[in-house]
């Protein structure tokens, strides 16, 4: 399949290319698409068949339901069985943004989409192109991210020709992706609402919005019995192609552990990277050091992560070290995202008078 490529401005939106894209959409085609968290991978959310060709272009397991992307609050009624009073209060607190909420999902809402749940997750996108777009193809746009299964999620149009170029009919470009990480999801179909996936909107926003949130136990740990309510996260993701390892512990030591093995592995022979911080950049030798920015400034290293991985693969970084980050806030969901890219490797390094006891 030849992919078109297109680049639209989000401030200066071309009609006659968005129109072009909905008839693609509406035609059963794919096109992929810049939001305001990563780039989506869109087609029709009505149709089975293309729900299919997603799973296809993504290869991606189809147990893996997908979100479906609406521009206007009047059509979401059209598409869930009910809509609780808890998910009115946080579409008018956070749509259009980077939240996703599951509902239970109606009728006009194929199998496909869902990955054969009852459940469907929507979200109303802040991007003016994204939302432009799903108004275009008839209002209902299912999109996962916009990358190949277990690669990380694409924040830049570069990242989404290298996975899908050839597979989907086109491709916007629509610069870069502002949150970085994908939306957070919360379930509304339990009696308290529950957290599925952490992301931009933080557990204290949501709590600001409804009395109780509960957050899926299964997030943050690996091998836990239960699976993650969200099936995604039960799959490896976001993996770079080097082997990442988390390394948590005090500032200095945190350095020195890391600059010894990167020795070892430089002696060895390996390409070797580092995720660093403002503070720590200057102290590393390996041969890739990656600055993401002031460790109190969440939000700039949340938009990086994933360009960062992306970037090792491609200087050909083998072995890639991160220091680890405080799990409060939008930190909960940065170290989730690096947690499942490092298939939960991490060395957690003793305190200095744990040593001396
Ligand atoms: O920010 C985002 O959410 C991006 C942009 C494109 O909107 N999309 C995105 O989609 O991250 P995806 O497919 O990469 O991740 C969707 C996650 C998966 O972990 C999936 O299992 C979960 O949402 N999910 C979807 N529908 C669900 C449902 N009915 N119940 C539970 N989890 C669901
Ligand atoms: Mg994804």
């Known amino acids: 399949m030849k992919t078109q490529l297109v680049k639209i401005e989000e401030e200066r939106i071309n009609p006659g290319a968005i129109e072009k894209a909905g008839e693609i959409i509406k035609a059963g085609g794919l096109v992929a698409f810049p939001t305001e968290t990563v780039y989506g991978l869109g087609g029709d959310a009505l149709n089975p068949a293309s729900s299919k060709k997603i799973y296809a272009a993504k290869g991606r397991p189809s147990d893996n339901p997908l979100i479906v992307h609406i521009a206007e609050m009047e059509d979401l009624s059209r598409i869930v069985r009910r809509i609780p009073e808890a998910a009115c209060r946080l579409a008018r607190w956070y749509w259009p943004g980077p939240l996703t909420m599951i509902f239970e999902k109606a009728d006009c809402i194929p199998r496909e989409t869902t990955g054969g749940l009852e459940t469907v997750a929507v979200r109303m996108p802040s991007n003016r192109i ?76 949501l709590k600001e919005v409804l009395e109780s949130v509960d957050t899926d136990a299964a997030l943050m740990e690996s091998g836990t019995d239960k699976p993650p309510k969200a099936p995604g996260m039960k799959y490896r993701h976001y993996a770079p192609k080097g082997n990442l390892t988390i390394v948590e512990g005090q500032p200095g030591q945190v350095i020195e552990y890391i600059n010894e093995q990167i020795r070892k592995h430089k002696k060895a022979g390996r390409k070797t990277g580092v995720i ?64 499942k890219a490092a298939g939960h490797q991490v060395i957690r390094l003793p305190e200095e008078d744990e040593i001396k006891d």
């Open 130 to 205: 994204a939302r432009a777009l799903i108004r275009a193809a008839g209002g209902y746009i299912a999109a996962p991210s916009a990358n190949r299964s277990g690669r990380p999620s694409p924040t830049v149009a570069r990242y989404v020709i290298e996975d899908l170029d050839g597979r989907v009919d086109m491709i916007i470009d629509g610069g870069e992706a502002q949150i970085g990480l994908e939306s957070t999801i919360i379930d509304l179909t339990e009696d308290t609402p529950v957290i599925l996936r952490p992301g931009y909107i933080t557990e204290e926003a």
């Open 276 to 339: 660093a911080t403002d503070e720590t950049a200057g102290s590393y030798y390996a041969d890739s050091i990656k600055n993401a920015g002031q460790r109190q400034d969440e939000a700039q290293i949340a938009s990086c992560i994933f360009r960062i991985l992306r970037e090792f693969d491609d200087e050909g970084i083998e072995v890639i070290y991160a220091e680890g980050f405080d799990s409060q806030g939008l930190g909960c969901a940065i170290m989730n995202r690096l947690l």
